[in-house]
């Protein structure tokens, strides 16, 4: 949510002020921190079955514990309306629309406070998910639900989201409802920078897709692949999301991205508490001809902005956003690579010379067979699995020289060490997964106590 300011109610008078969101953002290298993002599917720890919003055991119950309990205040989009958010300090608690949890953290300097963080988030939720019979999942994709047993967030921007984005993608809902993320947030220096971690970022997406794999069934049984939610991104609304052609060469701006982001379809225009669905006009058309007698204003342009789902995303930050959901060994992986290459120069050059050539063409051609084969794919010729490591070593490289250590002795390259042995065996988190899955027992209940046990994040 954008908290209203007097900054914020500007109107938007010129090109230079679309501008102002990413220019008022760089920030020194010395004050570059990471904030990532958690999301996990809560379920009844007896049968499976999903976590509602209301109800005894709904995740408005476990909210509110967190409040009474451990400090988080509360927070809804309107007075008295129901509670839709958690805050502590720079730290939220979220919700998806299908009620999937996300602790979206503060930005902090190390992977080692970000996987503190959220060991203590794990940690508030134990007793009360004990006394409440719930269990947390650390997958991409729902396991057992379908689209019918799930019900919605009750917050303004999804009901206008679930009535819309299935006029532009067959499985918009199941990204609403069934899927789960992990994402992290990166600052940036300049123009310069923020645009070379952008084409970095978004050249390397499908292999991030492919390296965090991580959801092998579909409502209560293998599928043969490795990511249904990598699948179901194929499918959602292709004005918002995707891969950004204008940005994955050299010589990019600000202004190409502020070009195609003022041609996407708005989602609503807010004005104090109120919301009001505007899912038939562009930006751009917004911003010169107005919408009911209201007019663009930075808000609005920053709102609209964060409805934008590229598969790396520019705003206040640069958002990293394709890969599934993680079990507890790899829960901190997606920051820790991510770090390792934007954060020291020489793993971000290393990684825009790999990449340097790569056609957009190619990696969409990449997407739609790797939701399936995963690291088994192939990328001209030579496996993915390959390129993989060679990521992933580059990225060891970047932490390593980062020098930040734990008491232990052991730097950042510690939270890449699972990950690492996975890629080293051209394996993905769901290819473990599914690892011995066929000798569980042949019962509907024996399939559904494995594959929690196997993605419980609180192990």
Request: hydrophobic letters at 40%; glycine letters at 8%; charged letters at 25%.
């Amino acid at each position: 949510m954008i908290a209203t300011t007097p900054a914020l109610e500007e109107p938007i008078g010129s090109d230079a002020d679309l501008f102002h969101v990413f220019d008022e953002s760089k920030k020194p290298r010395d004050l570059w921190r990471v904030g990532a993002e958690m999301e996990k599917f809560g379920v009844h720890a007896e049968t499976g079955e999903p976590l509602h919003y209301a109800g005894p055991r709904g995740v408005l119950a476990v909210m509110e514990a967190l409040v009474a309990r451990n400090g988080w205040t509360p927070e809804a989009e309107k007075p008295s309306g129901p509670v839709i958010m958690l805050t502590k300090g720079q730290a939220q608690i979220t919700l998806e629309p299908g009620s999937q949890f996300e602790l979206s953290g503060a930005p902090l300097l190390t992977v080692h406070e970000i996987c503190t963080e959220f060991g203590d988030h794990m940690t508030e939720l134990a007793p009360i998910s004990k006394e409440l019979g719930i269990a947390w999942m650390g997958l991409g994709f729902h396991p057992f639900a379908k689209r019918s047993d799930l019900n919605f967030v009750p917050k303004s921007r999804y009901r206008i989201m679930r009535e819309y984005l299935p006029t532009r993608g067959a499985l918009a809902l199941d990204m609403m409802l069934r899927t789960c993320t992990v994402q992290a947030n990166f600052d940036y220096a300049d123009e310069a920078d923020a645009l070379r971690k952008m084409r970095v970022g978004l050249r390397l997406s499908p292999l991030t897709t492919a390296i965090f794999a991580n959801s092998p069934w579909y409502e209560g049984a293998p599928y043969g692949g490795v990511t249904y939610r990598g699948k179901v991104w194929l499918e959602v609304d292709p004005d918002r999301s995707g891969l950004l052609p204008c940005l994955l060469t050299e010589g990019a701006s600000y202004e190409r991205y502020v070009d195609w982001a003022l041609d996407v379809p708005m989602f609503l225009v807010k004005r104090g508490a109120e919301f009001l669905a505007n899912t038939g006009q562009t930006f751009r058309s917004y911003w010169k001809n107005g919408f009911q007698g209201h007019r663009a204003t930075q808000g609005d342009w920053q709102l609209h902005l964060n409805t934008l789902f590229p598969e790396v995303r520019l705003k206040k930050t640069i958002e990293i956003r394709g890969a599934d959901a993680q079990g507890t060994a790899t829960r901190c992986a997606l920051p820790a690579l991510w770090t390792g290459i934007y954060y020291d120069d020489k793993a971000l050059g290393e990684a825009d010379a790999l990449t340097a050539d790569w056609k957009h063409e190619e990696l969409v051609a990449l997407r739609k067979e790797l939701w399936q084969k995963g690291l088994r794919a192939s990328f001209r010729g030579k496996p993915l699995s390959a390129l993989a490591e060679r990521v992933v070593e580059i990225a060891e490289g970047g932490l390593e020289r980062r020098g930040y250590k734990r008491d232990d002795g052991m730097d950042e390259r510690v939270h890449l060490k699972r990950l690492k042995e996975l890629v080293s065996r051209g394996m993905t988190p769901a290819d473990k997964l599914l690892e011995g899955m066929d000798k569980v027992g042949a019962t509907v209940a024996d399939f559904r106590r494995e594959v929690m046990r196997r993605s419980d994040l609180s192990r």
